[in-house]
């Protein structure tokens, strides 16, 4: 903007308005010259505005897309936090279900194991029985063989 005598000048390196008095007395010219100079600012001021309703736009335009883009990201990590979580209940399932198989085997062997010792028990049981019962039968053959012939013992001790 240049500077004409009874206008204002408006400085370019600051926001200030300076009126200086023009020392002819105000004449239609001089109403006219005023109206330019108020045109002239209010144009200015509408220019400045408009330059920062564009800047407001796209900060705003930037912040949408900013925020957009947040908005898929946080979908993204809760898509896969749920995916995360799937999959490790997925495998604690496996887990317990193969748990609870190796219990009722460890179950079953035990309960084999039990009904084997319980056989064993039984067997050395019938064994003993069994030779207290050989015993009382060589005992009994030899006091008959003794009591019948003194030969028979001699012969029966030779074959044992």
């Known amino acids: 903007m240049t500077h004409r005598e009874g206008r204002p000048a408006v400085r370019s390196n600051e926001n200030v308005l300076s009126f200086v008095r023009s020392p002819i ?10 109206v330019y100079q108020a045109a002239e600012i209010f144009n200015s001021i509408e220019n400045n505005a408009r330059e ?8 705003c ?6 925020l957009r883009l947040a908005e898929q990201r946080t979908e993204s990590a809760e898509n896969s936090l749920r995916e995360v979580i799937a999959d490790a209940d997925r495998k604690l ?68």
């Open 52 to 59: 920062i309703e564009a800047r407001a736009q796209a900060m």
């Open 93 to 160: 399932s496996d887990a317990s279900r193969a748990l609870t198989q190796v219990e009722f085997r460890i179950t079953a062997t035990e309960d084999k194991a039990a009904a084997a010792e319980i056989r064993a028990q039984v067997a050395e049981a019938e064994a003993r029985e069994a030779k207290q019962a050989l015993a009382l039968v060589e005992d009994a053959i030899r006091r008959r063989l003794l009591c019948a012939s003194p030969e028979a013992v001699g012969r029966l001790y030779e074959v044992a």
């Open 25 to 34: 007395p105000a004449t239609g010219a001089g109403a006219l010259d005023l």
């Open 61 to 66: 335009k930037s912040a949408a897309e900013r």
